[in-house]
């Protein structure tokens, strides 16, 4: 089962465009959503998180923005950098009875920056 | 810090044999999760552990897989026997009692002929 869905599988966007990844998830326990960013041959590293009593999240160029009704998130890359050229994964979580919570990937989003 | 360090980066063995992952998470994470990565199936939690108890093991795909954390800094996902299906990138990551952020090691490439 899976409990969060990403689209599109890739995108290409011009340098300086805005780039937009979606997810959606299923379970309406999950309270964390963050997203990773992975380069070739790393591992994926937190990009930036929110939580679902705010409705948008911005850091720098990279902002979530968070609808909690249609259990939908999306990234959004502002002036899009052959930098940011990477694959992109939404996850979600929840509290377990340990406390800690256990994240659920989406499928990833291959993003490339072209000049 | 160095990191969440995976050993070995690369491994490529034939069907059958068994193969041993190594994880070294970060000094004073007290979780520990190992998660497998396929083009067709993206990443996939397979076990966590919690002070070096396994916590959730259900994402473990069948009895050929195990993993143990004998202690704070060091844990090992092991397959036995080995299959053309388990090739894939195997990550470990770690982090620090309820704090959301979890640290991903570089990976180790998995090819199983």
């Known amino acids: 089962q899976q409990q969060v869905k990403q689209s599109p599988q890739s995108l290409i966007v011009q340098k300086g465009g805005i780039s937009i990844i979606n997810c959606a998830y299923e379970?309406?326990?999950?309270?964390?959503f963050p997203w990773y960013q992975q380069f070739p041959g790393k591992g994926p590293a937190l990009l930036i998180a929110?939580?679902?009593?705010?409705s948008e999240k911005k850091e720098g160029r990279f902002t979530i923005s968070f609808n909690k009704s249609a259990k939908q998130f999306s990234l959004h890359i502002m002036d899009s950098q052959p930098g940011d050229s990477a694959t992109y994964f939404c996850?979600?979580?929840?509290?377990?009875?340990?406390?800690?919570?256990?994240?659920?990937f989406g499928t990833g989003t291959r993003l490339t920056i072209i000049p | 810090d160095a990191g969440v360090i995976q050993s070995p980066r690369h491994e490529v063995t034939e069907m059958g044999q068994e193969v041993t992952l190594r994880c070294k998470p970060i000094s004073g994470h007290d979780y520990l999760f190992w998660y497998r990565q396929t083009m067709m199936r993206g990443l996939e939690l397979l076990i966590y552990f919690n002070n070096n108890v396994p916590i959730d093991d259900s994402g473990m795909p069948e009895d050929r897989f195990s993993a143990k954390m004998p202690n704070a800094s060091f844990s090992t996902l092991k397959i036995q026997p080995s299959e053309p299906r388990d090739s894939a990138v195997y990550f470990c990551?770690?982090?620090?009692?309820?704090?959301?952020?979890?640290?991903f090691g570089p990976g180790t490439r998995l090819t199983v002929l």
């Open positions: 996850a979600a979580s929840r509290r377990t009875n340990f406390g800690n919570e256990k994240l659920t």
């Open positions: 379970n309406t326990a999950f309270d964390y």
């Open positions: 990551a770690s982090n620090r009692g309820r704090r959301n952020e979890q640290f």
């Open positions: 929110i939580r679902p009593d705010v």
